[in-house]
């Protein structure tokens, strides 16, 4: 019976064993057990009408770079068990994993894997299937197909990042076995209804991140009861006030709660807190990223139950404010605390206290105010240990850098853009786990040497610049660190190349400009950093030439090397860039740098002010990915050549101040993607094209002044709806002001929503990729009589210059329009007409120059309604008048309406004849008037001689006084018979 008992045993045992396999343990979740899977031996071919399926699913996708070579009917690749991305189990040979996914890829501009025409129906034959993982497929915009909702053993299903379109399918509700469920980065999706949530009670992980679903409430999640991970992120949930109640009080397994980004409205302040818990909350959640959010500081007392369990709190970019509350530093188990991009003040005594564990401390970007050191001091110091990175940069705290070394495990320390003072303190470099130091941007100054760096090992970023610090290390110095990244602009560095530089040899990031160097560029200074990606020497005094440079850069950096004493040709090695600044040097030479390589990653080049000479070559199209291209301030000459058309991506043209001869190439009409063309101080000729406006859509800047166009402005020039700056001046064109000006839409609007004019570039080119990157434009042009240049408020400019010309006829009502001109300058052309009456309409305009015209008529009394106006030029035209009464046209010189022999009044010296009379500014239209002092003086002399004509003859004669009262008395008889008369018929014709 003994050996009967034990066979019973065993036998058990092997049952069980045989039922886990079986079950549950064919699928793993990981890519480790997908390996295990394909490794193991499989004994059982797979089923032939599963292998069908597979086929028709593969008939669905466009296999460009053939993934899917090993899928196939022939007989060497019967067997659908060992396809790429295709699992079996041992036991049944059953397909129960299809993995054609991908991981989130860590750049957005990544290819698809595989472009899906379909879905195929014949999937629903995969009935044993338990992971469906088919993440980075572009099924362009088609439906989730209804079938999958009969795939009821899945397990795992992530359909990420596939670009599909249209409803969830309400069958989701019968995949009872779900625990995992990836819809996200999907931006099409519409579900009918999240009734179907309700029915996955055996859920583990949920993630409709990204899916812009609208759902009118959450009371489906409490069905969830099994429910660990909930991930919402990117759903529209500002309706749904109650989301606290549904999310943080009904589901007791949650360990990990992501609603990034969702509008969540601020949860409502209950009356008691103790109605905070319900029996069924989570004891276990530790994980909540609640970030991008419209979240209050409401949401502390909803979290306030979970202080023994939170470990990562994630609480960024919403509306707290206030101090940070007690609460907080009851959270015993928090390691990771983010509050940054808020309205917080600052942290009461115990906002920290208990916070034991704190290992990361996220502050940035807020209003913390008052002594860093006595923000320190609330810290706990229980945390000392655990502190690995502190970030309160960005906010308005004052005093000194003393009191941090007491966190001996920082690795991380930033307090950038704060108000910080006086030097850094030297027990900076005991903190040797130290790898990210940045205190950029304050207002510290001193000495710094290689104490403050003494036992830094670990250092990998190092920020110090704009601040007042001067760097003074040995020449024979060999620091103890190797840093990938170095910023140490507007510090004092020079005036000899730093020495020590030369021992980093893994920095891919160095910024020294404005450093005070005056030395010549070191010869190992390109070989040493051939790995960096961005190198910026601007605006120092390094001389020297490019000389022996042959190196190969590992990656293609950004080079930086503006306003310094740089001579000679460029070596062909610079081609290699994606970025290159060499303006304001006194380089020279041709640009024959820019053929030596037929593919070329350059995207940005900027060669002004310099000393080139000649023509440009004509390799243009080796350039195909250039984005902004300035060659001002040069000696160019020549044509410009006509494969500057082939540059299909350029943003951004400047060849102003050179001496480019000839009409304007056609083949730049190619150039579509423009938005600044800067063609001015050349001896271009021909007339204006009228491709400018049908080719350009996105055109902001178009300067053609101090050229040789002629011929008249073309109407096309009002289809650029996006311009802000319009300069012909200093031409030969002629004919009429086009009156369709009132079609520039964005001169037709006040203001301007950004300051700068920024572009941005970057992703995919060619062979190799280059992160996002942008840049500001520039530009150069006379304003209020001299010459200025604006970049950083250049997106608040908007004029039209169309001075110096030949102009002629009226200037047009429409250009009153224009609301938003900021500058308008009409000067030195032939201009007759008026001033249009309406001419006040332009309130914002700080510039206006109409004169050296033939203009006449009276100054519109509505120009005195532009307060802003402080340049005003209408010297020599035919105007007439007096000047309206107002503090503006009174306030500007008397040049300003000199030669305009007619006009008169304040400020000039010549008196109106009737100066007492005020000018109605209430008129907004001025009129001819008829009634004048010359009408009053003769009728007082009609009056007089028609008065003493008569009066006077019957006062002085007589006899014809007599005759006068005679004639008076026989007119009455006369009336008196001839009324009586009248009388009498008309009693007799109605008798």
């Not at 076995?177 to 309700?198: C, I, K, R, T, V």
Request: charged share 15%; glycine share 6%.
């Amino acid at each position: 019976m003994k050996g009967d008992g034990r066979c019973l045993k065993l036998f058990l045992a092997f049952s069980i064993l045989f039922l886990q396999n079986v079950k549950g343990g064919e699928v793993g979740h990981s890519h480790n057990h997908s390996h295990s899977l394909r490794d193991a031996k499989v004994t059982v071919r797979c089923i032939e009408r599963e292998r069908q399926a597979l086929l028709a699913f593969k008939r669905g996708l466009v296999d460009e770079f053939n993934h899917l070579s090993s899928w196939g009917s022939e007989a060497e690749k019967q067997d659908c068990c060992r396809w790429e991305g295709v699992y079996c189990s041992n036991q049944t040979g059953h397909v129960i994993q299809l993995d054609l996914g991908y991981s989130v890829p860590e750049y957005s501009f990544l290819e698809y894997s595989f472009q899906g025409k379909m879905i195929s129906p014949k999937l629903i034959e995969l009935q044993h299937l338990q992971y469906l993982h088919l993440t980075w497929i572009d099924f362009n915009g088609n439906q989730i197909p209804d079938f999958i909702g009969s795939l009821t053993n899945l397990r795992h299903l992530s359909l990420s990042s596939c670009n599909l379109g249209g409803q969830i399918p309400s069958s989701f509700g019968n995949l009872t076995q779900l625990q995992h469920l990836d819809l996200s980065y999907n931006h099409q999706l519409q579900p009918e209804n999240l009734n179907w949530l309700g029915n996955l009670t055996q859920l583990q992980n949920l993630d409709l991140s990204y899916n812009q679903l609208q759902p009118e409430n959450l009371n489906w999640l409490p069905a969830l009861s099994s429910l660990t991970h909930l991930d919402l992120s990117g759903n529209n949930l500002s309706t749904v006030f109650d989301w606290p109640e549904a999310v943080l009080n009904k589901l007791p397994k949650l360990v990990e709660l992501t609603l990034w980004n969702c509008s969540l409205p601020p949860p409502p302040t209950p009356i008691l807190s103790t109605t905070l818990y319900k029996t069924n909350s989570s004891t276990s959640l530790a994980y909540v990223y609640l970030s991008d959010n419209h979240l209050t500081s409401s949401i502390f007392l909803w979290l306030s139950n979970y202080s023994t369990s939170l470990v990562r709190l994630y609480l960024s970019n919403n509306n707290l404010s206030g101090f940070i509350p007690d609460f907080i530093g009851n959270m015993s188990s928090l390691v990771d605390l983010d509050l940054s991009d808020n309205q917080i003040d600052g942290a009461n005594p115990n906002s920290f206290a208990r916070l034991c564990n704190l290992g990361t401390l996220s502050l940035q970007r807020n209003h913390l105010s008052g002594q860093l050191s006595k923000f320190v001091q609330l810290l706990p110091r229980c945390a000392q240990n655990s502190l690995v990175d502190l970030d309160l940069s960005e906010n308005v705290l004052k005093g000194s850098l003393n009191n941090l070394t007491s966190f001996s495990s920082l690795t991380r320390m930033n307090l950038s853009a704060n108000q910080l003072s006086g030097k850094i303190p030297e027990s900076i470099g005991q903190m040797s786990q130290l790898d990210f130091i940045d205190f950029s941007k304050n207002s510290l100054e001193g000495v710094v040497s290689e104490t403050h760096f003494s036992k830094l090992s670990n250092l990998r970023y190092l920020d110090l610049s704009y601040n007042s610090l001067v760097l003074k290390f040995h020449s024979d110095w060999v620091p103890p660190f190797q840093l990938f990244e170095i910023y140490l602009a507007s510090c004092k560095v020079g005036p000899l190349f730093p020495k020590w530089l030369q021992t980093q040899n893994d920095s891919f990031k160095l910024d020294i400009s404005n450093a005070g160097i005056s030395d010549i560029l070191p010869s190992w200074f390109w070989s040493n950093f051939r790995n960096a990606e961005v190198i910026n020497l601007s605006q120092n005094l390094i001389r020297g030439i490019f000389t022996n440079l042959t190196v190969e850069f590992r990656y293609s950096p950004e080079l930086h090397l503006s306003s310094n004493q740089i001579e000679g040709p460029i070596p062909s090695t610079l081609s290699q860039a994606s970025y290159l600044d060499l303006s304001n040097n006194k380089i020279s030479r041709s640009l024959s740098f820019l053929c030596a390589s037929a593919d070329m990653i350059l995207a940005y080049l900027n060669l002004s002010s310099n000393s080139f000479a000649g023509e440009l070559p004509d390799c243009w199209s080796h350039l195909e990915n250039l984005v902004m291209l300035d060659l001002s301030n040069n000696a160019f000459s020549g044509k410009i050549p006509m494969t500057i058309g082939s540059l299909f991506q350029m943003q951004t043209l400047k060849l102003r101040s050179n001496r480019f001869v000839g009409e304007l190439p056609s083949s730049l009409k190619n150039c579509t993607s423009l938005e600044v063309i800067d063609l001015g101080d050349n001896k271009l000729s021909g007339p204006i094209p009228t491709w400018l406006g049908v080719s350009f859509k996105n055109l902001v800047i178009l300067m053609f002044s101090t050229n040789h166009f002629n011929g008249s402005m073309p109407s096309q020039l009002c289809h650029l709806t996006h311009i802000k700056i319009m300069d012909f001046s200093m031409n030969n064109i002629s004919g009429s002001i086009p009156k369709c000006l009132n079609n520039l839409t964005t001169l037709a609007q006040k203001g301007n929503p950004s300051l700068s004019s920024t572009h941005l570039y970057g992703g995919s080119m060619g062979n190799e990729s280059i992160a996002p990157t942008n840049y500001d434009d520039d530009a150069s042009f006379i304003w209020k009589g001299r010459m200025q240049t604006y970049k950083s408020t250049l997106g608040l400019v908007k004029r039209i210059d169309l001075s110096s010309n030949r102009l002629t006829g009226e200037i047009p009502s429409e250009i009153t329009h224009l609301v938003g001109l900021i500058s308008l300058n009409l000067s030195r052309n032939q201009l007759t007409g008026q001033i249009t009456p309406e001419i006040g309409n332009l309130e914002s305009l700080d510039s206006l120059d109409l004169s050296r015209n033939q203009i006449d008529g009276r100054i519109p009394t509505s120009l005195a309604r532009i307060d802003r106006l402080s340049f005003l030029d209408l010297s020599y035209n035919n105007l007439s008048g007096e000047i309206p009464t107002g503090t503006q046209l009174q306030s500007f010189d008397p040049l300003d309406y000199a030669e305009n022999p007619l006009l008169c009044g304040p400020p000039l010296k010549k008196m109106c004849v009737n100066q007492n009379e005020p000018t109605d500014l209430s008129n907004e239209e001025d009129k001819d008037e008829f009634i004048t002092l010359g009408f009053y003086i003769s009728m007082g002399i009609g009056f007089a001689a028609g008065f003493w004509g008569v009066c006077g003859t019957l006062i002085f004669n007589r006899s014809w006084r007599y005759a006068y009262f005679k004639f008076l008395n026989n007119l009455n008889d006369w009336l008196y018979v001839r009324i009586a008369l009248i009388k009498r018929q008309l009693k007799l014709a109605y008798a």
